[in-house]
C-alpha cells in the first residue's frame, strides 16, 4: 500500500518562502515514477482544490503560477512544493496526492493516495 507522508508546512509572513516535501513509500508492485503527483491544499470552510500536478510536465492552479514550483526526485521517492511569494489567501492545508497513471487530472477524487497534510500558514 502506497503511503505518502508530507513536511515542511510552517507560518510565514507574507511575501515569504516554504518548501513542502512528501515522500513516498511502499511501491511494492511499481515505483514512485509511475505515478501522477499532485499538490492540493483545503482551507477552512472551503473544498479542496488542485494546486500543482506533475507527471512528466507540471502544471499549476492559476493562483500559484509564477508564485509556486513543483518539481519530484524519483530516485528518493520524494515530491516537492516550492512556494515563494507566499499571500494570506495560501493559508491551507497542503496535501501530497499520488495516482498510478501518466495523466493527471485536476479532480482530487481521482487520485488514490493521500498524505495526511501539513500546514501552511501566511499572516499578512
Known amino acids: 500500500q502506497v503511503q505518502l507522508v508530507e513536511s515542511g508546512g510552517g507560518s510565514v509572513e507574507a511575501g515569504g518562502s516554504l518548501r513542502l516535501s512528501c515522500v513516498g513509500s511502499g511501491y511494492d508492485y511499481s515505483s514512485f515514477s509511475e505515478y501522477c503527483m499532485a499538490w492540493f491544499r483545503q482551507a477552512p470552510g472551503k473544498e479542496r482544490e488542485g494546486v500543482a500536478w506533475?507527471?512528466?510536465?507540471?502544471t499549476y492552479a492559476d493562483s500559484v503560477k509564477g508564485r509556486f514550483t513543483i518539481a519530484r526526485d524519483n530516485a528518493q521517492n520524494t515530491l516537492f512544493l516550492q512556494m515563494n511569494s507566499l499571500k494570506a489567501e495560501d493559508t491551507a492545508m497542503y496535501y501530497c496526492?499520488?495516482?498510478?497513471?501518466?495523466?493527471?487530472?485536476?479532480?482530487?477524487?481521482?487520485?488514490?493516495?493521500w498524505g495526511q497534510g501539513t500546514q501552511v500558514t501566511v499572516s499578512s
Open positions: 506533475i507527471s512528466g510536465g507540471s
Open positions: 496526492a499520488a495516482r498510478h497513471s501518466s495523466y493527471c487530472p485536476r479532480t482530487p477524487t481521482t487520485y488514490a493516495h
